[in-house]
């Protein structure tokens, strides 16, 4: 069956600009992640959402990024303004339920750079 | 808080060359522990886990212990290949809560014929 899937692959943008990163999860999976994998951080986790509620947003760097998710399906987060420093791959993950039974599954990431 | 410490990169070896990446955590009550790896051009997959004290996590010839008392995840193959060669990245999740995976930083591996 298809995997996690994200879009666009790549995005660049000038600094102050808004971007939108869109992740399908797997059908049927109810808790969806965002991860950041950048240079000088690694891998992050951003926020997660259970169903469309993100009951975990402790990863949030700042109030420029907010996510949604419907239906309990896509998510998007969004990025205001942004900023070099945001440069990175953000990952979206899924898995049927959490906990650690129960696999991650990771797209192939969206590729954000900020000129 | 929970932290993952993992042995800087890069790593190279020579293929059937013996695979030593070691992982450290820190984490209140007992976490699970996973290796995932990422091939180039691919997506970050799951390569074993252990989800207790002494557990072993084995796929693909690569094996990790779960040491409680050394709080280490240690991943281990006896021969690698080149299809071995990807970046290796040590993560604990905590039950309950999120679910939320935290990760060392990685460690690229190069095996040469």
């Known amino acids: 069956g298809a995997g996690v899937s994200q879009s666009p692959s790549n995005k660049v943008t000038e600094k102050g600009k808004d971007v939108e990163l869109r992740c399908d999860p797997i059908s049927g999976h109810t808790a969806l992640y965002w991860y950041r994998q950048s240079l000088g951080q690694g891998l992050e986790f951003l926020i997660y959402f259970q169903g469309n509620s993100a009951p975990d947003k402790s990863g949030l760097p700042s109030d420029r990024f907010s996510a949604e998710r419907t239906g309990g399906s896509v998510s998007t987060l969004t990025i205001q303004r942004t900023q070099q420093e945001d440069s990175a791959v953000y990952l979206c993950a899924s898995s049927l339920v959490p906990g650690s039974y129960n696999e991650q599954f990771f797209g192939p990431g969206t590729r954000l750079t900020v000129l | 808080g929970n932290s993952v410490t993992q042995m800087e990169g890069p790593v190279t070896l020579s293929e059937e060359a013996f695979l030593t990446i070691n992982c450290t955590y820190t984490?209140?009550?007992?976490?699970?522990l996973f290796w995932y790896v990422q091939y180039p051009g691919e997506g970050l997959q799951l390569l074993l886990k252990a989800t207790k004290a002494d557990d072993k996590g084995s796929n693909k010839g690569f094996e990790a212990t779960y040491r409680k008392e050394t709080t280490s995840f240690h991943l281990e193959k006896g021969s690698v290949q080149v299809s071995d060669s990807a970046v290796y990245f040590c993560?604990?999740?905590?039950?309950?809560?999120?679910?939320?995976?935290?990760f060392g930083k990685g460690t690229k591996l190069t095996v040469n014929p």
């Open positions: 993560a604990l999740q905590r039950q309950g809560g999120s679910e939320k995976l935290v």
């Open positions: 984490a209140t009550g007992y976490p699970s």
